[in-house]
C-alpha cells in the first residue's frame, strides 16, 4: 500500500480495523476495561493531530499500539514498567495476537479452557466467571491466598502451551 | 506466544489472564461511534459539560486536599457523630423555591450568579458577608482561590476558574422561617474541597456534593471556631508554599561561583531546622527533609493518649453532646492535628505512592519515621537494632505499597482495600520489634479498639472515605445503601431494586459484618471499631462486583460504581 495522509474517514475505517487489538492491547497492559475504553479512543484520535500516515495493515497496527503504550504509561504518574521491558511486552503481545488481533488465540484458549479438569477449571471459574476474591476462592479449594495465586498462574501456563500447541498444529 | 527458555514471562501470563477475562465477560467495545462523536466534538472546539470526568489536578490543588483531607482523617468530627443518626430538622422537609444563605468570604472573591429574572450577578470580595439565594440553576463562581463559609453546610475552598451549580434543596419551616437542610451542589467546572461538620469532601468538575446543614444549635460557635481553624490553616499552607517555593529556586539556581559570590547574604535558616530522618530511601529524602520530624514525634506522642481519652468520653455524652472537658480535648486535638497537616504538602511534594493524601501521609517510610521521632518524644529511642530491623521493613513494604500504586484497579476502592491490608500488615511487623514500654507509646493504653483512635493504625488511610450505616440488620442495610446508591449513581426504580436485592443477599450472607453492635464511640464519636471498616470494604467490592455482573448498568453508571470512594459500613444497632 502506497503512503498517504488520512481524513476522518480514514479514521472510522482504521477504527474499524484495528479497534479489537487496540483494546485487547491495553487491557494486556494492564487497563481496567474503562481505561481503555478511554485510551484506545483516544489513541484513534491521534491518528489526526499526530503525523500518521498509512502504511501497510501491520505498520498501522504497530504505530497504533506505540500510541496506546504511551497514553497508558502517562495515565500513571510513575511508569507502571521499565522501558527496557517494551521488547517484552512487544514480543509476549505478537506472540498471542499474530496477524488476526488474537481472534484464533481466544478460539484456542476456549476450547482449552473446556479441557481443563479438577482444580484447575474450579479456579477459572471462580475466578474469571464468578470473579469471586482469592480468599473466598481458597476457603473453597482449601489453599491459602498465595496457593490461590500459585493455582490461577500454574493454571494460565498449562494454557498457554495448550493455546500454542493448537496454533502450531492449525 | 513468546516463551524464553520454557518459563512464562509476567507478560506472557498477563496476556492469558487478559485473554481469560475477556473469555468472561469483558468485551471489546465498538468505539466507531465514539471516536466520530468525539472528531465532531474537535471541530466544534472544547465545551465544558457537568459530565465530563474531572481534569487531572495540579500539584496547588492537591497541596490543599491534602491538608483538609488529612485533618479529616485525623481530627474527627466527633462532637457531631451522635448527630448523623438524628433527624436533620423536626419540622417538616418540603421543596421550596429558594432559601436565602449567608455565605462569609473569607479570602479571595466570590460570585453569586442569580438566575431569576430581575436578579443580578454580585461580587463579593473577602472579607465580605453575602447573601446567595439558594435556587435551582444559580451559581457560585471564583475566578481566583477563594475560601467560604456557606451558612450551615460548612466551609469551602474553591480553587481558581470553579464555577459551582445548586441542583437542588430540602428546606424546613422553622419558627416561620424557611431553612434549607440539604443542599445539593454540582461542579461546573475547577475543583473544591468542601469541609462540612461531619467529613470532608473534595469534588472535581463532573462532580455532584450533597451536603447537610449542621444543628442550629452548633452552628454558631462551632462554625466561628471551624473558620477560625480554616484560616490557621490556610496560613500554614502559605508559610508551606513560601519554604518550597524558597527551596525550588534555590534547587534550580546555577551553582555559584566560590569567591565572588559570597557578598550575598547566607540563606536564612529555617524556623524549625529539621531533624535527621531516621529511615531513607533515596528517591524521597530530599523532599521529606522539608519534614519536621521532630514536631512529627513531640506531636503524635502527645496526640495519642488525647486521642484514647476523647474516645472514652463516648459513654459519658448527653444528647449527643461533649462534656465542656471533652470540648476542651477536641479542641486541643484539633490544634495538635493542624501541626502533622501542615507537614502533608512536603510528603506530596516528595510523590509519596499512595491512596490519595492519607495514603502518603500512611506510607511505610513516612510511618516508621514518625514512629522513631514519637518514641524518642517518649524517651524510648529506637536501639540501633532495631532500626536496622525496621530498615528491611520499611524497604519492603515500600517496595510493596509501590507495586500496588502501579496496579491498575477495575475498582478504585480494591486500590484502597489492598494498601489498607499492606499497611495493617506493615503497622503489625513494626509492633512485634518494640519494647513494651515502646509498645505502650506508640499505642497508648485504649487507642487499640477504634479507627480513628489510634495514629498508627489504617483507620487513618480507610475513615475520609468511611460512611457508617446504622441498620437493624441486612434488609434495613440494603435499603440505606441503595439508596445511597441511586442518589450517586442515578439508578431507576427498577434498578435500583435489583442493587437492593444483591446487597441484602450478599450482606445477610457475612456474619462478620453483624456479630458485633455497635458502641457508644461508634454511634456517637463515629470512631467505627477496629477490623469494621476493612470488612465492610471486603465485601463491598464483592457486592459491586456482583452489581455489575448481573444488573444491567449504563455505561455511565458502570463507571461511576467503579469510580466510588464511599465505603458503606454496617453498623449494627444494638
Not at chain 1, 522501558?83 to 488476526?100: K, M, N, S
Not at chain 1, 489453599?143 to 493455582?151: H, P
Not at chain 2, 472546539?45 to 495540579?58: H, N, Q, V
Not at chain 2, 479570602?107 to 442569580?114: A, S
Amino acid at each position: 500500500m502506497s503512503s498517504r495522509t488520512i481524513e476522518h474517514q480514514d479514521v472510522v475505517r482504521l477504527v474499524q480495523q484495528h479497534q479489537v487489538e487496540v483494546w485487547r492491547y491495553l487491557r494486556f497492559l494492564g487497563a481496567s476495561n474503562e481505561l481503555a475504553d478511554d485510551l484506545a479512543q483516544e489513541t484513534f484520535l491521534q491518528l489526526l493531530r499526530a503525523p500518521f500516515v498509512e502504511r501497510a495493515p501491520a505498520a498501522t497496527a504497530t504505530w497504533l499500539r506505540t500510541v496506546a503504550r504511551s497514553l497508558y504509561v502517562k495515565s500513571f504518574r510513575r511508569p507502571p514498567f521499565l522501558l527496557a521491558e517494551v521488547e517484552t511486552i512487544e514480543a509476549a503481545w505478537t506472540g498471542f495476537a499474530r496477524d488476526d488481533a488474537g481472534h484464533e488465540s481466544l478460539e484456542a484458549l476456549r476450547d482449552c479452557v473446556q479441557q481443563l479438569d479438577g482444580r484447575a477449571r474450579e479456579v477459572v471459574r471462580l475466578h474469571y466467571e464468578e470473579r469471586r476474591s482469592r480468599r473466598d476462592i481458597g476457603e473453597r479449594l482449601g489453599l491459602g491466598e498465595d496457593g490461590v495465586k500459585s493455582l490461577l498462574r500454574r493454571t494460565r501456563s498449562i494454557l498457554r502451551e495448550c493455546v500454542e500447541r493448537r496454533r502450531e498444529g492449525a | 506466544m513468546n516463551d524464553s527458555g520454557g518459563r512464562m514471562n509476567d507478560w506472557d501470563d498477563r496476556v492469558v489472564d487478559a485473554s481469560l477475562q475477556e473469555l468472561h465477560g469483558s468485551k471489546p467495545p465498538d468505539l466507531s461511534a465514539r471516536v466520530l462523536l468525539a472528531l465532531q466534538e474537535e471541530q466544534r472546539g472544547p465545551l465544558p459539560t457537568l459530565r465530563e470526568p474531572p481534569p487531572r489536578r495540579r500539584r496547588a490543588v492537591r497541596l490543599v486536599e491534602a491538608l483538609l483531607a488529612a485533618a479529616a482523617v485525623i481530627a474527627a468530627a466527633w462532637y457531631l457523630g451522635a448527630t448523623m443518626a438524628e433527624p436533620p430538622a423536626q419540622s417538616q422537609r418540603t421543596e421550596v423555591a429558594a432559601v436565602e444563605l449567608e455565605i462569609d468570604v473569607v479570602e479571595g472573591t466570590l460570585e453569586c450568579v442569580d438566575i431569576r429574572p430581575g436578579r443580578a450577578t454580585v461580587r463579593h470580595t473577602a472579607p465580605a458577608l453575602a447573601t446567595f439565594a439558594a435556587f435551582p440553576g444559580n451559581r457560585l463562581r471564583c475566578e481566583a482561590r477563594c475560601l467560604a463559609q456557606v451558612g450551615p453546610f460548612g466551609s469551602c475552598v474553591a480553587e481558581p476558574h470553579t464555577e459551582l451549580e445548586v441542583k437542588s434543596m430540602e428546606c424546613s419551616r422553622k419558627q416561620g422561617v424557611l431553612v434549607a437542610s440539604t443542599l445539593t451542589i454540582g461542579v461546573i467546572t475547577g475543583a473544591v474541597t468542601w469541609h462540612a461538620f461531619t467529613r470532608t469532601d473534595v469534588a472535581a468538575a463532573g462532580d455532584v456534593l450533597r451536603l447537610e446543614a449542621a444543628p442550629a444549635g452548633e452552628s454558631g460557635a462551632a462554625m466561628l471556631a471551624e473558620n477560625e481553624r480554616l484560616r490557621q490553616r490556610l496560613r500554614e499552607l502559605e508559610r508551606q508554599n513560601d519554604e518550597l517555593q524558597t527551596q525550588a529556586s534555590r534547587t534550580q539556581a546555577p551553582a555559584a561561583p566560590p569567591v565572588e559570590t559570597a557578598k550575598e547574604p547566607p540563606p536564612e535558616p529555617a524556623a524549625t531546622p529539621p531533624i535527621a530522618m531516621a529511615f531513607t530511601d533515596p528517591k524521597f529524602d530530599a523532599a521529606l527533609a522539608a519534614i519536621d520530624w521532630k514536631l512529627m514525634g513531640d506531636v503524635t506522642n502527645e496526640m495519642g493518649p488525647l486521642l484514647a481519652q476523647l474516645a472514652a468520653m463516648a459513654d459519658q455524652m448527653k444528647n449527643g453532646e461533649l462534656s465542656k472537658e471533652g470540648m476542651a480535648l477536641a479542641v486541643k486535638i484539633t490544634e495538635l492535628n493542624g501541626k502533622l497537616v501542615a507537614q502533608v504538602p512536603a510528603m506530596l511534594k516528595a510523590g509519596l505512592p499512595g491512596y490519595e493524601a492519607n495514603g502518603a501521609y500512611t506510607h511505610p517510610l513516612v510511618t516508621a519515621n514518625t514512629l522513631s521521632s514519637t518514641l524518642a518524644a517518649a524517651g524510648q529511642p529506637l536501639t540501633d537494632a532495631q532500626r536496622a530491623a525496621m530498615s528491611g521493613l520499611v524497604r519492603a513494604f515500600s517496595v510493596e505499597n509501590q507495586s500496588i500504586a502501579d496496579t491498575s484497579h477495575d475498582f478504585g476502592l480494591e486500590y484502597l482495600l489492598a494498601e489498607t491490608e499492606m499497611k495493617e500488615r506493615f503497622y503489625k511487623e513494626m509492633s512485634t520489634l518494640l519494647t513494651p514500654e515502646q509498645y505502650r507509646a506508640m499505642y497508648p493504653e485504649g487507642s487499640q479498639a477504634n479507627d480513628g483512635v489510634s495514629l498508627f493504625g489504617t483507620g487513618l488511610v480507610t475513615r475520609p472515605y468511611t460512611s457508617a450505616v446504622p441498620a437493624a440488620n441486612a434488609a434495613d442495610f440494603a435499603r440505606i445503601a441503595s439508596n445511597k446508591l441511586s442518589e450517586s449513581i442515578g439508578f431507576d426504580e427498577a434498578t435500583a431494586t435489583q442493587v437492593r436485592g444483591v446487597i441484602e443477599r450478599m450482606t445477610a450472607a457475612s456474619p462478620e459484618l453483624w456479630r458485633d453492635p455497635a458502641d457508644a464511640a461508634e454511634t456517637r464519636l463515629n470512631f467505627l471499631k477496629r477490623g469494621r471498616t476493612p470488612a465492610a470494604l471486603r465485601r463491598q467490592i464483592e457486592v459491586m462486583r456482583e452489581i455489575e455482573r448481573t444488573v444491567p448498568l449504563t455505561p455511565e453508571q458502570k463507571k461511576q460504581l467503579r469510580a466510588m470512594k464511599k465505603i458503606l459500613v454496617p453498623l449494627p444497632r444494638r
